[in-house]
């Protein structure tokens, strides 16, 4: 039976550390962060991503990704940093490098990176705005490099390819959330969908080694369109997968609730699970939705997968009649037979029940510990002994998935208005060292300042 459980005060953890930009006009530093356990092999280290992408004003420039390694702390062998062996630059200004990031393993040991790129110019012609991932491989000799481009067979402008990535072992999944679906009558618009949404399925080729490092193709292997062929849904705006199971989110998925009643951007998320074909093609097993669905809660928006549990975050869903954000939580254990429990609904602390706190916005899970970010969790400062109120400084924070207790809150280490810190999220380390990385969205004619950096915790 699922649960929805009263949540206890939580211990405040302070950052014990920033990861800031190398460069002064990265504004968007932090927005989406990657990482990836160490390896089956010895000495497969944790790595970092944290993007910054250029986007609307920022976009002449090329984005940027920094490569950081899990370190040990000197004389604290329980304890664990960042450091900053590289830094990746887009290739094109103007492409939207950095939007979406995934850190994978090849064969348990050789990490590789994929970076999204949905605003990139493709083909000879140079097609813009089409979309593309770009991937890199860690070479034996420590360095990253290009490992191949992947592009849909079939460019569709304003699609937003590479929006979301994600890897299933040696398969890269990229999601396309503007795909419009169907053909366009020369005379009208009459049998297109627009905003509908795609998830490409990619395999390698063949990779051509070096004495340090290979570089591969991507082929799409598939093309996979929105079982539910929605308009305005945006199929593979979120993307997640372990164990042979991939959940992909329509966040703006309209759906009709228990009176009849149209339920605009409920969100859905739809599950598929690997096939016995010699590519491993996907297979559709089922469809969820928000047990209790409300207007615009976005269920999707985010998305985590450990072992069994899926966990989905909707930012706009409502408490009490207060649309503050819940998290979702599924048993996945008979997920291949169609067969998937709702476990628990998660709402965020009692204190961070307002409206507009996007509890959900970013997800991840270790064990049954759920890491939740709320961008827009208003706080009060007190500079010079005065409160004053600090409106979307936002938060984050760890829950007991079996008692639905709330462990511990991530205050943001440098609080400002409209930082909207708790955007993005990522936990690195070892169980003896863990780190939680919490990052922030810059909203142009919003934001106050840029961001700030990447805030690192050691719960």
Not at 1 to 24: F, Q, Y
Not at 407 to 426: D, K, N, Q, T, V
Request: net charge negative; hydrophobic share 40%; proline share 8%.
């Amino acid at each position: 039976m699922a649960r929805s459980l009263p949540l206890e005060k939580a211990t405040v953890i302070r950052a014990i550390g920033v990861v800031e930009a190398e460069g002064a006009d990265e504004r968007r530093f932090g927005e989406r962060i990657a990482s990836c356990p160490v390896g089956s092999e010895p000495n497969c280290d944790a790595w970092v991503a944290i993007a910054s992408s250029m986007l609307a004003d920022d976009a002449s420039r090329p984005g940027v990704v920094e490569l950081h390694r899990v370190v040990s702390l000197d004389g604290a062998p329980r304890a664990a940093g960042l450091r900053l062996e590289q830094r990746l630059v887009s290739s094109q200004a103007f492409d939207g490098f950095g939007s979406s990031t995934a850190l994978g393993r090849i064969a348990g040991r050789s990490p590789v990176l994929a970076v999204g790129c949905p605003e990139r110019a493709i083909g000879a012609d140079g097609t813009p705005n089409c979309g593309a991932v770009a991937t890199y491989r860690r070479g034996d000799d420590g360095v990253w490099r290009p490992w191949g481009d992947a592009a849909p067979a079939t460019p569709q402008p304003g699609a937003e390819f590479g929006r979301s990535v994600a890897f299933l072992g040696a398969t890269l999944l990229v999601g396309a959330p503007r795909a419009d679906l169907g053909v366009v009558d020369a005379a009208s618009f009459d049998g297109l969908r627009f905003d509908v949404g795609a998830l490409h399925v990619f395999v390698q080729q063949p990779t051509v080694a070096t004495h340090a490092h290979s570089s591969a193709a991507w082929r799409e292997a598939e093309c996979i369109d929105a079982p539910h062929a929605q308009s305005g849904a945006r199929f593979g705006s979120a993307i997640a997968c372990e164990g042979g199971i991939v959940a992909v989110a329509s966040p703006d998925f309209d759906v009709i609730g228990p009176d009849g009643e149209m339920l605009p951007q409920a969100g859905r998320v739809d599950l598929f699970t690997v096939g016995e074909t010699p590519e491993g093609r996907l297979r559709h097993i089922a469809a969820l939705c928000d047990p209790k669905p409300t207007r615009w809660a976005r269920f999707g928006q985010s998305l985590a997968i450990e072992g069994h549990t899926l966990l989905v975050g909707a930012p706009g869903g409502e408490v009490d009649g207060v649309r503050c954000g819940v998290v979702q939580a599924f048993d996945l254990r008979r997920a291949e037979v169609g067969d998937v429990r709702h476990l628990m609904r998660m709402p965020p602390p009692v204190d961070a029940r307002s409206a507009g706190c996007g509890f959900g916005s970013s997800l991840t899970i270790e064990g049954s510990t759920l890491f939740a970010g709320a961008p827009g969790h208003d706080l009060w400062r007190t500079p010079n002994g005065a409160s004053q109120p600090c409106d979307d400084c936002g938060a984050a924070w760890l829950f007991d998935l079996n008692t639905g207790a709330t462990l511990i809150e991530l205050p943001p280490p440098r609080p400002i208005a409209s930082g909207y810190f708790g955007w993005s999220l990522a936990r690195a380390g070892t169980g003896d060292a863990p780190l939680v990385l919490v990052g922030q969205l810059f909203v142009e004619e919003e934001s106050t300042a840029p961001n700030a950096g990447v805030a690192v915790f050691t719960p």
